[in-house]
């Protein structure tokens, strides 16, 4: 199944920006759509945003209007652009494929932790 790796989190204080990246192999020839979760300390995993094959996006209530997902195709690569973000973003935040056939994953990776915090 489809290992997406994400990357770009750190510490960051509140107000501020960062940019998550997910790079999965042939997400796109194989047009898979992708979802954001995160998982702060102590609480269960959430959804937070998807992009779907025609490029639909939504998003989980509290990030809307502050965080936007994106992708570029030659680079089979989603993102997720967090601005004015809060304390309560504060989490590991993992991508993970959705679809039929290949794009199908239960996988979870590592994730990237992103810290909002003066």
């Known amino acids: 199944q489809v290992q997406p790796v994400e990357s770009g989190g750190g510490l960051v204080q509140p107000g501020g920006s960062l940019r998550l990246s997910c790079t999965a192999p042939r997400f796109t020839s194989n047009r898979c759509g992708m979802r954001w979760y995160r998982q702060a300390a102590d609480n269960q995993r959430e959804w937070v945003s998807a992009i779907s094959t025609d490029g639909s996006t939504d998003y989980a209530d509290s990030v809307k209007g502050r965080f936007t997902i994106s992708e570029d195709k030659g680079k089979d690569t989603v993102y997720l652009q967090m601005n004015s973000l809060k304390p309560e973003d504060t989490a590991m935040y993992y991508c993970?494929?959705?679809?039929?056939?290949?794009?199908?994953?239960?996988?979870w990776g590592q994730g990237t932790q992103v810290t909002v915090s003066s």
């Open positions: 993970q494929t959705y679809g039929a056939g290949y794009c199908y994953s239960n996988y």
